[in-house]
């Protein structure tokens, strides 16, 4: 875990966010308002409680298709 005091993500990027009252979610921040939305290119209704956000970590790699 990225603590948000040391850095944030790039601008757009799809992470895994966790606030302090113990939630994760996965968001994409936004560089230019400095918020965290459940959507890429998201408005102030769908922003995620950024201010509660404490820390931050990019997601795993997507698992690769099985071979049959």
């Known amino acids: 875990w990225i603590s948000c005091s040391e850095r944030m993500p790039e601008d757009e990027q ?3 966010v966790h606030n302090k009252l ?3 979610y996965v968001s994409y921040f936004d ?3 400095g918020l965290f939305f459940d959507m890429r290119g998201g408005n102030q ?3 995620i409680e950024h201010i509660l956000v404490t820390h931050w970590m990019p997601l795993p ?7 049959s």
């Not at 790699?61 to 071979?67: V, Y």
Request: hydrophobic share 25%; with cysteine.
């Open 14 to 16: 799809e992470v895994i």
């Open 22 to 24: 113990g939630y994760r």
């Open 31 to 33: 560089e230019h308002s």
């Open 45 to 47: 209704m769908n922003c």
């Open 61 to 67: 790699a997507a698992p690769e298709p099985e071979q």
